[in-house]
């Protein structure tokens, strides 16, 4: 069974991290103080469990220019599955529910998931840019009730 939950507790949280620090500093390399910072506080976090299991995360948080969408990862072992579109579907209903308001969301997309984004509707603006040592794309999508 697969569920996402949004992470509360402080043990939610924990997993969180700990799939953020398996994807993005040990096999990508990140600076841990690149990948963890003190929008993590602001940020709203969410994990996909795979039989009660966490295996992937995202978070999102309301910005003057919409909502963001950060920090989507899913551990080797559960690639495949459409877990980071599940999550990203999620984040958007969520977030929807949560900022009515708000049509506009956005992401940095590291170049080579630009497909992933692409196939949920989000598009691609301005120039590529480096971030912790990766090329990344600005993306963004509108959404209408």
Not at 41 to 61: F, I, S
Not at 63 to 73: F, H, L, P, V, W
């Amino acid at each position: 069974m697969v569920e996402i939950i949004q992470a509360k507790s402080l043990e939610e949280i924990h997993e969180v991290f700990a799939i953020r620090i398996e994807v993005f500093v040990v096999e990508q390399a990140c600076l841990p103080s690149e990948e963890f910072d003190e929008l993590d506080a602001q940020a709203k976090h969410y994990l996909v469990l795979e039989d009660g299991k966490p295996v992937a995360t995202g978070r999102y948080r309301k910005t003057e220019k919409g909502i963001k969408i950060e920090r989507i990862a899913t551990l080797t072992s559960a690639r495949g599955k459409g877990y980071a579109s599940k999550m990203v579907h999620h984040i958007i209903q969520e977030a929807k529910i949560a900022h009515p308001e708000i049509t506009y969301l956005y992401l940095h997309s590291q170049q080579t998931v630009m497909p992933l984004y692409a196939s949920l509707g989000f598009l691609p603006y301005g120039e590529t840019f480096v971030e912790a040592d990766i090329v990344h794309q600005a993306m963004s999508l509108v959404i209408s009730d």
